[in-house]
T-cell receptor
Framework: AQSVTQLGSHVSVSEGALVLLRCNYS??????LFWYVQYPNQGLQLLLK??????LVKGINGFEAEFKKSETSFHLTKPSAHMSDAAEYFC?????????????FGSGTRLLVRP | NAGVTQTPKFQVLKTGQSMTLQCAQD?????MYWYRQDPGMGLRLIYY???????DKGEVPNGYNVSRLNKREFSLRLESAAPSQTSVYFC??????????????FGEGSWLTVV
């Protein structure tokens, strides 16, 4: 079964600093990988997804992620943090079974942005 | 532009009471899902429905039942609520269950407290 590990339940950066949120996956087949963002008291919104077309994936709000098969990683980055980026971020892998699929989520990383 | 709509948004139940969370999507999606979110545990799948007329258990189905009423609606029922079911519940949908790269869209969440 697929699984996802997010290193660091909380990450704190200064405004303008690099954001790096780590995600490692375990999958027996080529994975489809996703990053979602959750703002306080809201649902989850898709940031970006990897579907094997390109290893560097660009998403909304200036975020991007690079798929590295050799490292089984899909880390999320943003060159310069903004106060509005403060939120919880979830990495997820798609798992297929019996012609249906579902998302398996990591435990999440809360990003704090200091002024 | 409703997307995925869940009701109610907030609910307080007494132990042993029953209730149903309602979910509807207006995107003509085939697959629908119910997740629960607990601090430090990410989102865990309760039940899903790959297509109208089918439902399957997810990671944490105990204490819950679901009904795929039609293509649009997927309800989650707690027959006898327990404090361990205090959580935030998310309904979600996606276009089809046969392509793992499809985006899953989430509702705004339902905050349930069992006392």
């Amino acid at each position: 079964a697929q699984s996802v590990t997010q290193l660091g339940s909380h990450v704190s950066v200064s405004e303008g600093a690099l954001v790096l949120l780590r995600c490692n996956y375990s999958s027996s087949v080529p994975p489809y990988l996703f990053w979602y963002v959750q703002y306080p008291n809201q649902g989850l919104q898709l940031l970006l997804k990897y579907t094997s077309a390109a290893t560097l994936v660009k998403g909304i709000n200036g975020f991007e992620a690079e798929f590295k098969k050799s490292e089984t990683s899909f880390h999320l980055t943003k060159p310069s943090a903004h106060m509005s980026d403060a939120a919880e971020y979830f990495c997820a892998v798609s798992e297929e079974k019996d012609s249906s699929y579902k998302l398996i989520f990591g435990s999440g990383t809360r990003l704090l942005v200091r002024p | 532009n409703a997307g995925v709509t869940q009701t109610p948004k907030f609910q307080v139940l007494k132990t042993g009471q029953s209730m149903t969370l309602q979910c509807a999507q207006d995107m003509n999606h085939n697959s629908m899902y119910w997740y629960r979110q607990d601090p430090g545990m990410g989102l865990r799948l309760i039940y899903y429905s790959a297509s109208e007329g089918t439902t399957d258990k997810g990671e944490v189905p105990n204490g819950y039942n679901v009904s795929r009423l039609n293509k649009r609606e997927f309800s989650l029922r707690l027959e006898s609520a327990a404090p361990s079911q205090t959580s935030v519940y998310f309904c979600a949908s996606s276009a089809t269950g046969t392509y793992s790269g499809n985006t899953i869209y989430f509702g705004e969440g339902s905050w349930l407290t069992v006392v």
